[in-house]
């Protein structure tokens, strides 16, 4: 792979990738990669989203469990289309 990746995601169950790049910006063509068993695949990008945060794999709706790392880390309070910002403004932790 000579180009390097926008977006690492953890397990093939999850429905959001972290971004691993600076200034990723609304419209790019990412290349996402799957650490799990190493495959790839392309996605765009709906918004201008930071380094570290998260984006939706597919499209989710309020209420929707949100799976990183092949695990439950919260809920969606707010929609987020496939390519979009996940973050405090639409998922929250079902701790409180």
Not at 3 to 26: C, F, I, M, R, Y
């Amino acid at each position: 792979m000579s180009q390097k990746p926008h977006l690492l995601v953890h397990d093939t169950a999850d429905n959001v990738g972290v971004v691993v790049v600076e200034g990723l910006s609304a419209g790019t063509d990412m290349l996402c990669v799957v650490t799990h068993d190493n495959s790839d695949f392309r996605l765009t990008a709906k918004a201008d989203i930071p380094i570290g945060h998260k984006v939706a794999l597919k499209d989710l709706t309020e209420g929707d469990t949100v799976i990183k790392y092949g695990e439950d880390i919260g809920r969606m309070v707010g929609p987020a289309e496939t390519g979009g910002h996940v973050h405090t403004h639409n998922c929250k932790t079902k701790r409180w």
